[in-house]
């Protein structure tokens, strides 16, 4: 089960810019406690924030199909 919810994370990177930007500001913790991870895979995820940079997950976010991502409100 615990892959299944990393696997659901990092689809949600990609397709959520809300999401995205409360993972990589660190504001995602209780939200993350939801999932059914392991501590292994928390600290892995946790560690991961500072090595992606939102423009790489954005970029990704470009190549798949719009229909398919969360829309985001720009202010």
Same mark, same amino acid.
């Given at each position: 089960? /615990? ?7 990092? $689809? @949600? !990177? %990609?397709?959520? $810019?809300? =999401?995205?930007? +409360? =993972? *990589?500001? $660190? +504001? *995602?913790?209780?939200? !993350?406690?939801?999932?059914? %991870?392991?501590?292994?895979? *928390?600290r892995a995820?946790?560690?991961? @924030? /500072?090595? %992606?940079r939102s423009?790489? !997950?954005? /970029?990704?976010? *470009? !190549? ?5 991502? +969360?829309?985001?409100?720009? /202010?």
């Amino acid at each position: 089960m /615990s892959q299944a919810s990393v696997e659901q994370i990092l $689809g @949600r !990177l %990609l397709t959520d $810019g809300v =999401f995205r930007q +409360r =993972f *990589l500001t $660190g +504001r *995602l913790e209780t939200e !993350l406690a939801r999932y059914s %991870l392991t501590e292994t895979e *928390l600290r892995a995820l946790q560690a991961s @924030r /500072s090595a %992606l940079r939102s423009e790489q !997950l954005e /970029s990704l976010e *470009l !190549l798949i199909d719009p229909s398919i991502c +969360r829309a985001t409100i720009q /202010s």
